[in-house]
């Protein structure tokens, strides 16, 4: 009997040991921080669910870099975000990067959008990284009523919070929604969390590329009559 106690003693402490690690390896922190509107950050995790901790000095795009994250299952992303820009927010956008070198990036549209950054990608719909776009996680705004979710395609893992205001004085915005990685290869480490201010949807939506179209039509025709 001493000897399996014993036995399950050990198998237990390397169930916790190897559990520790495994929460130990995710590290998140500011990309290119000397060129970043995040003035300064912190995070912690509670479970499933990690705090981004943010306060933003400069209107300018912020990054997070995250490595060793372990998604196969979903979290919850809560950011807390105090804006001490200056310049108040009428919309607020974050999307998904992954590192390039891929066996999937040629499915990626391109040109890549300016924003991204050298040596990532946008995230297309077979890498395994996304806002648990098959999930039941919610995503929502303390300050903003509307949210356009694009992530069912190739284009890109998106989502904008919009009609609403965060003032530039120190104004307070939470945001939540969940984040999710199915590749176990690692093949998504590290990734970035890019987020925008202020800077709307980089590809059209379906309803504008379709009067984009109408109007395209539109001037062929009147073209051709006169």
């Keep these: 009997m001493k000897k399996v106690a014993a036995f399950l003693a050990i198998a237990l402490a390397l169930v916790i040991a190897l559990h520790s690690n495994a929460s130990a390896a995710l590290t998140i922190s500011l990309f290119d921080p000397g060129n970043s ?3 300064s950050f912190s995070w912690s995790q509670i479970g499933s669910t990690i705090y981004l901790n943010e306060t933003w000095t400069q209107n300018k795009r912020g990054f997070l870099l995250f490595d060793g994250f372990a998604g196969a299952s979903a979290s919850t992303i809560v950011k807390r975000i105090y804006n001490s820009t200056n310049t108040d927010w009428n919309l607020f956008s974050n999307e ?3 590192p390039d070198g891929q066996n999937n990036d040629g499915l990626d549209p391109k040109p890549y959008p300016g924003f991204v950054p050298a040596k990532f990608t946008t995230s297309n719909d077979y890498d395994g990284l996304s806002f648990d776009q098959y999930g039941s996680i919610p995503k929502t705004s303390t300050s903003f009523s509307n949210v ?3 992530e069912l395609s190739n284009a890109r893992d998106f989502i904008e919070f919009s009609n609403g205001l965060v003032s530039g004085l120190g104004g307070y915005e939470e ?10 290869s690692g093949g998504n480490e590290p990734f970035l969390l890019a987020q925008r201010p202020n800077e709307h949807s980089v590809v059209p939506e379906p309803g504008t590329l379709m009067l984009l179209g ?3 039509v539109s001037l062929g025709f009147f073209r051709r009559k006169r």
Aim: charged share 20%; no cysteine; net charge negative.
């Design 148 to 150: 356009f979710v694009d």
């Design 175 to 184: 945001q939540s929604f969940g984040l999710i990685d199915t590749d176990g």
């Design 37 to 39: 509107g995040i003035g």
């Design 214 to 216: 109408s109007g395209l």
């Design 96 to 98: 998904l990067l992954d």
